[in-house]
Every structure is written in C-alpha cells, then in structure tokens.
C-alpha cells in the first residue's frame, strides 16, 4: 500500500499497527522504526487517533516525539487521542500502561483516572480486550505479584 500511496496516513499507521514486537524481534527492526511509521502517519494526518496510539506504544515511558506543534510523551499523546476520540478502547488501555501503580493520570475535560478506572473503560467500550482484561484481573487479584505491564 505505501508503494502505491506513499502519503497514505492509513498505510503508515497500518504498517506500524501491523509490525507488533514479534515482528520487531523476527524482522531486525528496532521498536523506534516501528515507531517511525506511527510518526510518519501523524505527520500525514495529525489527527489520527490510531496513528497516535500506535506512536505511544511504540515509545518508552521517558521518550518525546517531536511534532509539528512540539514534543509529545507517550501519555500526552493518548490524552490527544482520547480528546479527538472518547470512544477509543485502545486509547483507553494504552494510557493505562503508562501509569505506575496507583497513579492517576487528568485528562483535558479535568477528570482523574486511575489504570483500574482506564483498563475498565477500554473493557466498556471492548469487552474483547484481552490486555485490558488481563491487566485488570492481575490488578483486582488479591495474590497478584507479578508485574503489571
């Protein structure tokens, strides 16, 4: 699709969506070049929800992307995203991921969400969620040890 249509959002944003941390590792692609692709899509459309997710994802917790209208960490940019579209379950799971512990993240209309808040509205609006399902029963598990990602 992008040699056909190289300025196309949707095939940037569909190559990063596409090239999961498998393929990284099968591929030889560094997490930033899948990254590239979601920032590639954002120059494009810097309205694209997905584009914005997927960069997010892409990024470590302490990582800025730069741009059009400055740096962006991953949690600002799946604030956007939840601005642009509430009804977004990936945007609600991926914000989730970047909050530690019990931290609370404001969003733009000035409500507070904790993670266990986030992973239950990404399960409201998909209940086929798996990692929103899964991070939640390790979250309300009473023995739960393991890292949460």
């Known amino acids: 699709a992008l040699e056909l249509q190289p300025t196309s959002a949707a095939a940037q944003c569909n190559l990063a969506a596409a090239m999961g941390s498998e393929d990284v590792a099968r591929e030889g692609f560094a997490a930033m070049e899948v990254g590239h692709w979601a920032l590639e899509a954002l120059l494009i459309d810097p309205w694209s929800v997905a584009a914005r997710c997927n960069l997010a994802?892409?990024?470590d917790r302490q990582d800025t992307a730069r741009?059009?209208?400055g740096e962006w960490t991953s949690r600002?940019?799946?604030?956007?995203?939840?601005e642009l579209d509430s009804r977004s379950a990936v945007a609600w799971y991926n914000l989730s991921l970047v909050l530690h512990g019990d931290e609370a993240v404001r969003l733009s209309d000035g409500s507070q969400w904790t993670r266990r808040q986030l992973l239950r509205r990404a399960l409201e609006l998909d209940p086929t969620c798996s990692g929103a399902l899964c991070n939640l029963g390790?979250?309300?598990s009473p023995s739960a040890t393991a890292h949460v990602a």
């Open 57 to 59: 994802a892409a990024m």
């Open 67 to 69: 741009l059009a209208d």
């Open 76 to 82: 600002a940019l799946l604030i956007k995203a939840l």
């Open 138 to 140: 390790a979250l309300l």
